[in-house]
């Protein structure tokens, strides 16, 4: 889990009034990731459900995202981070999401743009904001951005409430806000070969050369 993920979880759990039940999807953490993916003590003293298609650490049953088995309307809060990628049918999985939520209840999810790929135990898909866009549809209040270089973000965070007008506004999500501003500031830099450049520029750098490649291949057929 990207420590970016666990603060945007953290300003969730501090910044609003949490419903509960608590369901998490996607609890079971991968490998190395036990301490830092461990949520449920975010929500200390609240009914927390962790879920996982297979068994495991932080587990506390076993579901299908895509016809879960909880009754409509008998959830408080969902927390599904970086799951979503790993889903065979996001859009049929978030409608799931969304049916078994509470009138008032809050759905907090991220996935990943740009990332190599890492079977958990599948990893299908790739999401834009306007793609968590789509999949926030059925809430009546709704939010997603990203995390990372504007063309190419390294992730997506989106939350939906089942409730019209609720705020869901930077000052909601300051920590989160703050390490997304922050993302390729001048003094953030990495190796790019023998030299040492801003992240920003690196990305920039590097979508530039996609886009002259692929011109290159277009031309050659």
Known sequence: MRPV????????AEQFDIVAP??????????????????????????YIGCDMQPGD???????????????????????VEVLEH??????????????????????????????????PYDYWRFTPEGFDLLLEPFESKRSWAYGFPLLPEGVFGVGVKAPDV????????RTEAMC????????????????VPLGRMWSE????????ARKRVRRT
């Open 167 to 174: 705020d869901l506004g930077p000052k909601r999500f300051p």
């Open 206 to 213: 590097t979508l530039r050369q996609t886009a002259r490649t």
């Open 58 to 80: 932080n587990v506390d049953q076993i579901e299908d995202i895509h016809a879960l088995s909880f009754a409509d309307g008998s959830i408080g809060t969902v927390i599904c």
């Open 87 to 120: 889903v065979a049918d996001p859009l049929r999985a978030v409608r799931e999401i969304h049916r078994v939520l509470k009138p008032g209840g809050m759905a907090a999810l991220t996935s990943v743009m740009f990332m190599a790929i890492h079977a958990h």
């Open 5 to 12: 993920v666990r603060t945007f979880v953290e300003d969730v």
């Open 22 to 47: 608590v369901v998490e999807i996607g609890s079971r953490p991968a490998e190395g990731q036990e301490a830092q993916a461990n949520l449920r003590s975010l929500f200390g003293g609240v009914d």
């Open 181 to 196: 501003s922050s993302w390729g500031r001048d003094d953030d830099r990495v190796d790019f070969g023998p030299i040492r």
